[in-house]
């Protein structure tokens, strides 16, 4: 497997991991337990995890009606595009 390959599934498995995070919380919110802050999700989504977070959002129904979660998606979707544009350049 080539560098580039790996870094594509490190991204992939990445986005993975951060929407299984927003699931988490969205389960602890319905339960009222202890949250994760929203201060940590939207660290998650912008580095270069804007996908996972954002089909999170749409899947569980989880911080859509936030203006600044659907900026942060959206900004951490075109990190992740960026860097796989030089990656694959």
């Known amino acids: 497997m080539k560098?580039?390959?790996?870094?594509?599934l490190v991204l992939l498995i990445w986005n993975v991991i951060i929407f299984l995070i927003y699931g988490i919380d969205k389960f602890k919110a319905r339960r009222r337990a202890w949250r994760i802050q929203e201060k940590?999700?939207?660290?998650l989504a912008l580095t270069?995890?804007?996908?996972?977070?954002?089909?999170?959002?749409?899947?569980?129904h989880h911080k859509t009606r936030k203006w600044y979660f659907k900026t942060v998606w959206f900004l951490g979707m075109v990190t992740?595009?960026?860097?796989l544009y030089f990656i694959w350049r």
């Open 48 to 60: 270069c995890g804007g996908f996972g977070a954002w089909l999170a959002g749409i899947t569980f």
């Open 80 to 83: 992740t595009l960026v860097a």
């Open 3 to 8: 560098l580039d390959e790996k870094i594509a």
């Open 40 to 43: 940590i999700l939207l660290i």
